[in-house]
């Protein structure tokens, strides 16, 4: 059993705390699904001492300014954007951004872009059947896929693309973001198919049994 720590759209004072390392030591990675700044992630890396894997959200900018400097990385991060890899024997890939509803921010993408970076993932989801028996483990995106906790206006709206995936290659969990809640009752966690999909929003522990990843 393995905890992964996955945050989200917003900074939890509680990870952004001097008692991270006595909260959330524990984990074994952590996964950013988006909008959140580079300053952030970069304090979670330095404390907890763990890999950080992150796709961008539809909020974040091309370039962070940090004491003047314009960066277009996070320091020690993996950007998971149309990549598969392999971590502690996990098999991930991901996806950037959200649905295009202004251009005023670069992370937008209609659903033919979004169509265009899933298939880019397809090959190493093939290579990963071969080499180790399964397609896909983690799939992590900022927004959500089609008909499962996507919002009723234009710019939350779920992506074709990512339902298709999921749908073929059930990955044992699909993280996102791009989906605030407010009240305790929201569901954040529903099943599609074989797939756990989270709603990640500000920050959540999951713990994955390695024996139950789909084979
Ligand atoms: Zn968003």
């Keep these: 059993m393995i905890k992964i720590l996955s ?5 939890d004072p509680l990870v952004y705390s001097k008692n991270l390392k006595e909260r959330h030591g524990d984990v074994e990675f952590v996964v950013s699904c988006g909008d959140l700044s580079y300053m952030y992630l970069e304090y979670i890396i330095t404390i907890l001492n763990c890999p950080l894997y992150f796709v961008r959200g539809n909020h974040d900018p091309e370039q962070e300014l940090t004491m003047g400097e ?3 990385y996070p320091l020690g991060a993996r950007n998971l954007h149309r990549r598969t890899l392999r971590n502690h024997g996990i098999l991930m890939a991901g996806v950037e951004g ?13 659903q033919g872009m979004m169509w265009n970076h899933v298939f880019k993932l397809v090959p190493g989801l093939l290579i990963n059947k071969l080499i180790h028996g399964r397609y896909l483990d983690i799939f992590v995106t900022h927004a959500p896929l089609t008909g499962i906790h996507e919002g009723s206006d234009w710019a939350h709206q779920g992506i074709k693309a990512f339902r298709w995936l999921v749908n073929t290659f059930q990955p044992a969990y ?12 929201e569901v954040k966690e529903s099943w599609f198919g074989k797939t756990k999909v989270i709603n990640t929003y500000r920050s959540q522990v999951t713990e994955i049994n390695l024996k139950d990843l789909s084979t």
């Excluded at 959200?98 to 209609?110: A, E, H, K, L, V």
């Design 7 to 11: 945050i989200s759209d917003q900074v």
């Design 70 to 72: 314009p960066r277009a």
């Design 174 to 185: 699909h993280f996102h973001g791009h989906i605030h809640y407010y009240r305790p009752d």
């Design 98 to 110: 959200s649905i295009r509803y202004n251009r005023r921010t670069p992370y937008q993408y209609t």
